[in-house]
């Protein structure tokens, strides 16, 4: 396997969506032809999920999805690291099923949107908003053709 996605589910409802997340996850990396990397994310309640925004963000709200990059963008290289060698982190996506689906956001788009994130793309300016949402459409309608 090229790339690792290890999924937590902390709100047993959202068991189900823990093949789909792992799977998407996967398929952005590979569309992306991105190799040898290492990302967690955990599928969470509203109330976690705006514990995090107001702690980290300072947004004492739920929201969709929060990113969280690597802060040493470290290569895994213990041996006895299950990863493997070589794998490279680059951080945690956290996403509220409950609050996508009550504002009828797309999961896969949400999940897309954290995981671009976490390579480097960003929509703070309205042409980097336009690329960002353009490559979501993008990877998104080549999943669904997958499906």
């Given amino acids: 396997m090229q790339n690792r996605v290890f999924v937590t589910v902390l709100d047993a409802k959202f068991r189900k969506l823990e093949g789909e997340t792992r799977f998407v996850s996967l398929k ?81 788009l949400m999940l897309t949107h954290g995981l671009l994130h976490l390579l480097g793309y960003d929509h703070e300016r309205r042409s980097d908003r336009i690329r960002m949402q353009n490559l979501e459409k993008r990877i998104c309608r080549k999943i669904l053709s997958l499906v």
């Avoid at 107001?54 to 999805?65: A, F, H, L």
């Fill in 28 to 108: 952005v990396l590979e569309i992306l032809k991105r190799k040898k990397i290492f990302l967690e994310v955990y599928l969470v309640s509203e109330d976690s999920i705006r514990r995090l925004n107001r702690d980290y963000r300072g947004s004492d709200k739920p929201t969709n999805v929060l990113s969280f990059g690597e802060v040493s963008k470290s290569v895994f290289k213990e041996p006895e690291n299950d990863l493997g060698k070589g794998f490279r982190g680059i951080g945690e996506i956290y996403l509220c099923p409950s609050y996508i689906a009550r504002f009828k956001e797309d999961f896969r």
